[in-house]
């Protein structure tokens, strides 16, 4: 990549990284110019700011060790230590993203209830879109600063080629990964185990409202929305957002050179084509951080309006924006107008996957299911589960056409190009799903400090907003996670290829190794779903108990006359997340270790593709189905339906607390569990062998094209007749035509559709092995055929 | 298969599906002799029998609609005749088994009642046995009649060969599948809607308890048992049954002699191996058979013990037995052991599949639902779907496991005979299945005709064997449907391999044809589970709103003064059923078609890979998930936690309400999805193509060996100098080696592993283009090769 040394390019993609988080302080130090509000006020919210801070310390204190080991293994194995230090990179960059977005949106929170007690509605929706738009600026500027860098160092100045340079920044995701597992997963299940236990105890057991100031456990509620939806969130997408860019890197280093030159629309060398289709997705994610940019701008300037308009039209003009200046951008580069079209179809498809989560989860299927919460609960779960598994099929339309589309116009590159941009304006996105849990946090401490109905208004359709947008947010974070498993899915897949030809062809889904490594995958998702389900009623439970306890030790809480202790809480549901999280975290990593070393590649690419298909299926189900049991008890709350009291109200109330952890724990630890998965099996992949690790035999020698070194032992022990030519359509063929002996136990060979030449007693066979490896079995040459993987015999060595 | 004529072996096969008759026949004259009660009794097991019947009669209308317009359509189609015929002869063997097994059901009840009282609780086991135990015999009797004599005209005595006969059986399998979309989704829905509408008004709302002869959808209810759970589940196991055993078939007519013999223990000619290879599926369902009646003694020996152990040891007996007189089958007909081990390996997964779900649906899981119903219905809903999801960890693991393991040990035909292994002893599973609505139903008459409480005791006993037998059902149901499935999508790929060599090697998972097919099979299975669930919504509505109506209109009836309308609410039931099974049905149908023949059949192969998982995975959660509510709800009703009336109870009654549908209605449902989505493909196989259809261009030709006609030409347009020899890695390798010129947006092709030959003008390609389809493009040479779906240019043609 030589090419680039004369070219600074690459260098505005870190710098424009390091742009976007000085504006991210400005922002920053503007909104903390705004009052915390009185003594009372303030105490709150740093109560609420410090607690979750803490949380994040203890999952950086042991992330850390986590990380450490992991990086040393990975440093000390073959992947070597470039990878190891990609990995210590991804992993800082991700948690600093969470730390610097917690950070702000718990200090803007409290700032939001104030101004919307004093300084009216547009004043609380700016400061709530802007205490979130710091996350957002976290996450897009922690990605270019972290990959930019590693771009450059790694492949721009690197002696070493681009495929190695690719092959060591996937250290990056995969750091990334980890850090998503400790404060997707654990924040997934602290907020869950806080909100389920308060709300069980206080407002169904006391019958207080929610957010009541004596409820021991609404501090702990009102941290796990930031450590749930601005940390988890985050780091969620940072990983996504990472790993479609580094998946991209990889299948434009593992191309070839014709295939790239074929995706330009101008006539340059190779070496062009390569370096511009691996640096685009970095082209790309800046461009979007600028839209993102214009987005909050737009969104500043419509503060005035109905808070779900101006986020709409936020939105909206970051993907018009950016489809626009993405076509110009791929234009200038001489990129085709092919790719450009994946692009476009990526951002439409995220259009797409908002109105249909909106739909669901904000639509008329919610009116149902608060309809029918007049027949009792049973009904109501019904329905939410039958929406909530209907929801799934225009969002999985829209990948499987986005699947197919994008590969017929730039191939593997178009799809993973595709995921590219959907993520692209990921700075906007995570803002608005970080402003739900401010606005949300807004309307808590409004409550707790009795700011008065006038207020509560503001915050309440602020948080409202807040709801719709996190539903859609999930489902708009499921589909991400999954086009960018995808990509890492097809980047694992063409990585392995490059050291096995063949591979591909040998990952039929008639293979059974791929057959029941679909099965696994899907058993995979399952079981991370019970787990992280378990994991939360554990830790509801323990802090129900503990509720439970103050109101029973302290009977003065409830009639104001002493204090609860909230910490105590607070530490429980941190205990409890950061103990439980570690079966998901292991069920993640282990899989693919266990079955790439074990079963092989072979098996391995089936339990990703099952596990990629299950864990969006069942991740969108989730959240979808608990987004619309959340919505429908509030569209009772409104009024509907005989209205707060009702049946029909504490019907939905329980579909509400029954989505909760499908929705905020179990559905989003799915996108984590692929995509780690996912990346994983991507930087392990040098690593592997196609076949099951007993039939691994012999040394691994290198891929390419070979000549049989024994070619006259295995013609005299096959009988073969020197110059004879013959075709080989299945195993009988073989037998019969060519004499070649088989073995008697030798029952599943069928060396179909491989066609050997034997001529002055050499074999020639111009089929690679692995096709054969696993399905098909040449018994008398098993030895050297199947151990080295692929052999190929071209005619052009006779 | 002349070798056939002289041997009258197969003829043995129907002629033990007769002799099962007769001796169903006999069991039934056998219990009709005991009395089904005074005027009163009879009276109301009349009811149940008759409104069944009705509901049979219906479906059976509206069915052979459908299956003569289908028959219709398959006959003139190129499929022809024999299918068809095949095809009206599998429809009527499932309709007239569900028919025979119903009738009979429905004149068991009542007397297993009467014997309840009257004689007390050996002679009520043993009637609700034996009731059940003719739809056991029907199913089995059936399919041996059914299969063997077309196996008979159609193969042995036919004068085209085994592959084509094979094909032709293929019908019966499918009209097996319309059957069981009727009995299956329709009663299904039937059962469900009658249970949750008598339950919600009567129980719940008028505070009556369960059959209570007041509620006017208790009749309902009762009849709905026997159409769903024996006609219903007997229409699924049928399918399987039947469908394994042709799917094996099919991969007999599709091996090569090589891989036949290979399947032999001794040296005999290759026509051998094959006629008794396709032969074994037959004397394995007729072993099984008579296994099974060898297990209806030991129930009749053993039915004054705990219903429970008397179940067991007929069951324990039925595998045992069968385990060994299938290895000396076997070995008599000089089959290899491995293909033993196989069947031994099916056999025993059934056995594992049916403890582990004893556990979630009967252990400790179940104890633990229970008693989490102490902190209300949301923490019974969650816990009860954790369970579920983590309780297909174990039966995945077994199907993964089974198929790997038995295509090491007998390749493709290794995993199908695990499949028939599974399903031999079909007439014990069947006979265990339908003993349950028996019992159950002998229960509602027991409590509505007021026979007291040591009565209902007895059918108490027997009635909670059956619940737990129920569970145990369906898990084994849907596996034996997935590993039924598995087999016919195996026999599918097969059968397009024979058309279009390669296509195996063609639907690699990374073939964005084939994800996206797998996307797609997820969608179908939730898709599926959405409309069936909605069904069953929709349909107890209209049942709620009739009961309340009558209880309006007359409120004597609360009172014992005035009679309930119950014959409305069986026609509400079945109308609902009758409309709502249209769209699932459909759905089963248009998928295959519609992906086959529109996206081609590398996408429909990804289809039913995801379908089979997805479905599985689905299945087995809703089914275990619905087990667990339902016996968690009556662990409470035994006394603990609380017992009746206590809120856990009620918490737990809202458990098994949500839990119905699951497992009842959308559970099944799957099974037959996948079912009907296999068989469907494997009848259509020969009239797909592998690509999209807007790829298909020209006319078919044969599949085989092919020398491109226009060699010169291409020769020419390519600019290849005569008598080059070059290999072509990929793609640029093929552009650099050989100066092919390739279109400016060719930007996907690869032709990796393919090697091209050129000599004396004259291109030589050896490896099929099928592989290339949908994956790679060779643009300058795509009309000719792809137009043809397979080309193979072999050097011998030089």
């Given amino acids: 990549m030589n090419e680039f040394v004369d070219f600074y390019g690459p260098w505005l993609v870190p710098l424009l990284g390091l742009v976007a988080l000085i504006i991210g302080y400005v922002i920053y130090k503007n909104f903390m110019r705004f009052s915390p509000g009185e003594a009372q006020i303030a105490k709150l919210g740093d109560q609420i700011h410090r607690a979750a801070m803490t949380f994040m310390f203890r999952e950086l204190k042991v992330m850390s060790i986590f990380t450490v080991i992991i990086g040393l293994l990975v440093g000390i194995s073959p992947l070597g230590w470039p990878t190891a230090i990609a990995f210590f990179v991804g992993a800082i960059a991700s948690a600093a993203a969470g730390f610097i977005g917690m950070y702000t949106a718990t200090k803007a929170n409290v700032r939001t209830a104030v101004a ?4 009216g509605a547009t004043q609380a929706m700016s400061l709530s879109f802007f205490g979130g738009s710091t996350m957002g600026l976290a996450v897009a500027s922690m990605g270019l600063l972290g990959i930019g860098l590693l771009f450059i160092f790694l492949i721009v100045y690197a002696t070493a080629d681009a495929e190695a340079g690719a092959t060591s920044i996937e250290g990056f995701a995969m750091g990334a990964s980890v ?6 997963v654990g924040g997934g299940i602290f907020t869950k185990a806080a909100d389920v236990g308060a709300d069980l105890v206080g407002k169904v057991e006391e019958g207080i409202p929610e957010d009541d100031p004596r409820n021991p456990g609404v501090i702990a509620d009102n941290v796990g929305d930031n450590v749930g939806d601005v940390a988890g969130m985050g780091s969620d997408l940072f990983e996504s957002y990472c790993g479609s860019q580094i998946a991209v890197m990889i299948i434009t280093a593992t191309m070839s050179a014709g295939a790239a030159t074929a995706l330009l629309s101008i006539d ?9 289709l691996m640096l685009l997705p970095l082209l790309l994610t800046s461009l979007g951080l600028i839209c993102s940019l214009i987005a909050f701008g737009v969104v500043k300037g419509t503060a005035h309006l109905d808070p779900s308009k101006t986020i709409q039209y936020g939105q909206a003009a970051a993907s018009i924006v950016f489809m626009i200046l993405s076509l110009i951008l791929t234009q200038i580069f001489g990129i085709s107008i092919m790719v450009w079209l994946s692009i476009f179809l990526g951002t439409l498809g995220g259009v797409v996957i908002t109105i249909v989560t909106n739909y669901y989860t ?9 309809r029918s919460g007049k027949t009792g609960v049973a009904t109501v779960i019904i329905n939410g589960f039958a929406v909530g598994l209907q929801s799934i099929v225009f969002p999985v339309v829209v990948i499987a056409v986005l699947i197919f589309v994008s590969y017929a116009f730039a191939g593997v590159y178009g799809i993973g190009i595709a995921a590219v941009g959907l993520l692209s304006t990921i700075a906007m996105t995570m803002a608005i799903d970080a402003y739900g849990p401010v606005a949300d946090n807004a309307g808590g401490i409004a409550e707790m400090s009795e700011m008065g109905p006038e207020t509560r208004k503001i915050t309440d359709k602020l948080d409202s907003v807040g709801n719709t947008t996190a539903a859609i947010g999930k489902g708009f974070a499921i589909s991400a996670a999954g086009l960018a498993a995808l990509t890492m899915v097809l980047a694992f897949i063409e990585v392995i290829e ?8 040998g990952i039929s889904v008639a293979n059974p190794m791929v057959l029941a490594g679909l099965f696994l995958g ?9 787990i992280t389900m378990r994991a939360v009623g554990s830790t509801a439970f323990e802090m129900i108990e503990e509720i439970r306890r103050q109101f029973r030790e302290k009977p003065g809480i409830l009639k104001y006359e002493e204090e609860p202790d909230p910490e105590k809480c607070v530490a429980i549901a941190a205990d409890g997340a950061m103990k439980r999280l570690i079966w998901p975290a292991l069920l993640a990593i282990a899989m693919p270790l266990g079955i790439g070393f074990v079963l092989g590649a072979q098996a391995l690419a089936g339990l990703l593709a099952g596990a990629l298909i299950s864990c969006a299926a069942l991740a969108l189900f989730m959240a979808n189905a608990g987004g619309a049991w959340d919505n429908a008890k509030k569209y009772i709350e ?3 339906e005989g209205g707060k009291g009702s049946e029909a109200h504490s019907a939905t109330v329980v579909g509400d607390t029954v989505g909760d952890p499908l929705k905020d724990t179990s559905g989003p630890s799915m996108n984590i569990l692929i995509n780690v998965m996912a990346i994983w099996s991507v930087v392990m992949a040098p690593l592997l062998q196609p076949q099951p690790f007993w039939e691994q035999q012999g040394d691994t020698e290198s891929a390419g094209i070979h000549t049989v070194i024994d070619a006259d032992m295995l013609a005299a022990e096959n009988s073969i007749e020197a110059g004879s030519i013959f075709t080989v359509m ?4 073989l037998q019969a035509n060519s004499d070649v002996k088989t073995e008697d136990n030798a029952d599943a060979y069928t060396a179909e559709s491989s066609a050997w030449k034997h001529e002055s007693n050499e074999i020639k066979y111009s089929a690679p092995i692995s096709v054969l490896s696993g399905q098909y079995r040449l018994p008398s040459i098993t030895g050297d055929l199947l151990s080295n993987g692929t052999f190929i015999f071209p005619p052009d060595n006779a």
Same sequence: chains 1, 2.
């Fill in 638 to 640: 409104e009024g509907h």
């Fill in 522 to 530: 899907a058993l995979t998702a399952y079981f991370n779903g019970s």
């Fill in 730 to 733: 299945n195993g009988d063929a």
């Fill in 498 to 505: 490059r050291s096995y030809p063949g591979f591909t062809e």
């Fill in 362 to 370: 904000n639509g008329p299927p919610v009116r149902m299911i608060g």
């Fill in 116 to 119: 919307a007690r004093d300084q």
């Fill in 179 to 184: 850090v998503a597992l400790f404060y997707r």
């Fill in 268 to 276: 340059a060398p190779a070496e062009y084509a390569q370096s511009i």
